[in-house]
């Protein structure tokens, strides 16, 4: 099932903006994914960008939302954007579908 998305988010905005004027973000609150720099279809476009989110959509579904928020921003003051422990395992994830899928392509 592909997940629920809200093209054109405020808060996705903001965050291109934090991260230093990425071209596109999406960042998942709740059970959807905000998206800011990026249309539905070139997310969906982009199966690692999809697998990316959704670890941080699993991630959500386990925590909860107000665990999962403040962890991750405590995370992010902590060390950093990219070595987050949510975004490292959310890259992570993201690198073996597209491991597994290429198996399965084969």
Known sequence: ????????????RIA?????????????????????????????????WV????????QVRDLGLPRFLWQYLVESARVGYYQNRFEVDAREGARQF?????KKAT
Do not use: Q
Request: no cysteine; hydrophobic share 45%; glycine share 6%.
């Open 1 to 12: 099932m592909e997940p629920r998305t809200f093209v054109n988010s405020p808060l996705a």
């Open 16 to 48: 291109r903006l934090v991260l230093g004027r990425a071209p596109r973000v999406a960042m998942v609150i709740g059970k959807t994914v905000h998206l800011s720099g990026a249309t539905r279809a070139e997310f969906l476009a982009d199966p690692e």
């Open 51 to 58: 697998a990316h989110e959704e670890v941080h959509l699993r």
């Open 98 to 102: 597209m491991l597994d899928r290429a």
